[in-house]
């Protein structure tokens, strides 16, 4: 399985971005795809999850603010990302895991926020 990741970049508080990222290789079904974070200086934490079933969870803090969706025929999972802080600044990782199997990292995408 390969991750690829898009759509971070730099933008002020406030504004948007759409994270993307796509599965590809021979991996057969996944069960949940899901982007987590690591700002400098802390551990890696999960921001949202969606499950096969289109089941979603978010961390707390930005629940209301970001939203998590996917395309199953593409294996593709995406997060809009909503009124920007800077405290949302780090690099977000996605990851695809397939139950009792295997879990696989994309490569990051960088997103920061000025203030």
């Known amino acids: 399985v390969q991750l690829q990741a898009s759509g971070g970049g730099f933008v002020q508080a406030g504004g948007s971005l759409r994270l993307s990222c796509s599965a590809s290789g021979n991996f057969g079904r996944i069960d949940y795809m899901g982007w987590y974070r690591q700002a400098p200086g802390h551990p890696r934490e999960l921001v949202a999850r969606?499950?096969?079933?289109?089941?979603?969870t978010y961390a707390d803090s930005v629940k209301g603010r970001f939203t998590i969706s996917s395309d199953n025929a593409k294996n593709t999972v995406y997060l809009a990302i909503n009124s920007l802080k800077p405290e949302d600044t780090g690099v977000y990782y996605c990851?695809?895991?397939?139950?009792?199997?295997?879990?696989?990292w994309g490569q990051g995408t960088l997103v920061t926020v000025s203030s």
């Open positions: 969606i499950r096969a079933n289109g089941e979603t």
């Open positions: 990851y695809a895991q397939q139950f009792g199997s295997w879990l696989k």
